[in-house]
């Protein structure tokens, strides 16, 4: 995961110091206009970025001295010898822009103009909020090149947007839509009975899921004063009983997860190596004694949606954090309630919601449940207006120190769009991800990385819940693939193709 192969460059030359890189482009690269992509346009588009892009691609950028176009086909980049390997891989992906379109169009304008782009797709019909496609350019200029061979194989790749998972799941069986990927394991396990499924039409089974980091869990807003102390958020996790979710509404298809690393080398084990000890101890005074022992897992339930001993725990915590009861709820020493709003999107998460409330009105939590659509839901999420928020991510099999700077480094905090949802300020967390972005090697990267989960799961910034091991897939049977996925991605739109035999036996020819 390491590697990655040219496309626009043709040859890159890396400096003696690894700070400079000279890149010649390809001649044949050109926009869908027919215009050709010069090293004006890679200049363009890095020093846009930097001053104007998303953070996810600025603070990568802020290795970046200079970058300059020596000639129509050649670009020097210079970056100031901080960076990681991985900082120079994330660089390297990011896409190049038109420097003439973005001239006569604003970069920062909300607009329905398709961007111009320079890849096997072009942008092609839209219906604002439903529908958009793309179209398979004929001539591109790529098409040939060996790291294509095999791709990018649809002609035209519709996706359409539900306001539900129910609606989209209602048109995927009457066949308005091909493939689907199912997230909720009640439909997965009785929602596939429909007659185009028993015909043979459509297609339901497991592929295999990724070998990177998979992380689902909850954050607690600490910019809000009553989840800073670590005793209310474990008292909160106890309240999250995964044994009796996983039977009584996961159909026993997810696993509990342990950590933000979840099924990958970088999840830490047993007790603290001595190199990752050798990173832990200069913060022994900021971080919590368990990190230094075995690493942390939440609690196992009796599996009844009500463990006793679990909540008594969790009304202990909670005592010693200072909520004291006062009829049917705990309350702090000016009289105020824990109030804990949960935001939901969809059914299906209200439903996973909703047994982790009660456990929490249990013992005297004030907490509800709010279901909003999904730009309301993106955008308090952006703006970190929320009490509990549910994070479904994957930082890539070898993560960037900008990948964990957005859901982990103290700056990310006051930041609004990114990820680090708690709200997470810890100068120990910071060394950690400066650490690993400082290894030289696969080792000490697994080493930073080890260290950093035991830290986030003794101080609880995140309650890991659960992941699943496969990608459950439905999907018409008009398909062809190989059988054996990547090991880290699943690009069925760029792998798969139309097969018009199985088409006609189906009638989608």
């Avoid at 390491?2 to 010649?24: H, I, M, Q």
Wanted: glycine share 6%.
């Amino acid at each position: 995961p390491d590697a990655v192969y040219g496309l626009l460059a043709e040859t890159v030359t890396l400096s003696p110091d690894r700070n400079g890189f000279r890149f010649v482009l390809r001649p044949q690269a050109r926009f869908h206009d027919g215009s050709p992509l010069t090293a004006q346009d890679v200049v363009f588009a890095l020093k846009l970025y930097k001053d104007k892009g998303h953070p996810n691609l600025s603070q990568a950028l802020r290795y970046m001295t200079d970058v300059v176009a020596v000639d129509p086909t050649t670009v020097d980049l210079t970056l100031n010898g901080k960076q990681s390997a991985q900082n120079v891989l994330a660089i390297v992906g990011m896409p190049i822009v038109s420097k003439a379109f973005y001239t006569a169009n604003d970069f920062d304008a909300s607009t329905m103009t398709p961007p111009l782009g320079s890849g096997p797709y072009k942008i092609g019909r839209v219906s604002a909020g439903q529908t958009v496609e793309y179209d398979r350019v004929a001539d591109y200029w790529g098409r040939d090149l060996p790291v294509n061979r095999g791709l990018y194989n649809f002609d035209r790749i519709r996706i359409d947007f539900y306001l539900d998972r129910q609606a989209a799941f209602e048109a995927f069986k009457k066949g308005d839509t091909h493939f689907r990927e199912e997230f909720t394991s009640r439909v997965w396990a009785t929602g596939y009975d429909f007659p185009a499924l028993k015909d043979g039409k459509v297609l339901k089974r497991e592929f295999p899921g990724e070998k990177t980091p998979d992380m689902q869990s909850v954050a607690l807003n600490q910019r809000r004063p009553q989840f800073r102390d670590e005793r209310v958020r474990r008292a909160i996790a106890r309240c999250f009983d995964f044994e009796w979710m996983k039977r009584a509404l996961f159909y026993g298809s997810y696993e509990r997860s342990q950590s933000n690393f979840e099924r990958s080398d970088y999840k830490a084990e047993g007790l603290p190596s001595p190199d990752e000890l050798a990173l832990l101890e200069p913060f022994r005074a900021e971080l919590p004694p368990e990190v230094f022992g075995e690493a942390v897992t939440q609690p196992l339930s009796d599996g009844s949606g009500h463990d006793r001993k679990l909540l008594g725990e969790a009304s202990r915590l909670l005592a010693q954090a200072g909520w004291k009861r006062d009829g049917s709820f705990v309350v702090n020493d000016k009289g105020e309630r824990l109030r804990v709003e949960m935001l939901a999107e969809d059914d299906g998460i209200v439903r996973i919601y909703t047994p982790w409330s009660e456990n929490m009105k249990a013992i005297g939590i004030d907490a509800s449940i709010r279901q909003i659509d999904s730009a309301q839901y993106e955008q308090r999420h952006s703006n970190y207006d929320f009490d509990l928020a549910l994070l479904h991510w994957s930082i890539g099999a070898t993560p960037t120190d900008d990948s964990l700077q957005m859901l982990y480094d103290s700056r990310m905090a006051k930041i609004p769009g990114q990820r680090n949802y708690p709200g997470t300020e810890s100068k120990a967390i910071d060394a950690l991800i400066a650490a690993a972005a400082k290894a030289k090697d696969r080792i000490e990267l697994v080493t930073a990385l080890r260290a950093l989960d035991r830290v986030l799961r003794a101080r609880l910034d995140w309650i890991p819940t659960y992941y699943l091991a496969n990608h459950r897939v439905a999907y018409w049977d008009m398909f062809g693939f190989v059988e054996q996925k990547p090991d880290f991605g699943f690009p069925v739109e760029t792998l798969w193709w139309f097969d018009k035999g199985k088409a006609a036996r189906i009638g989608k020819g």
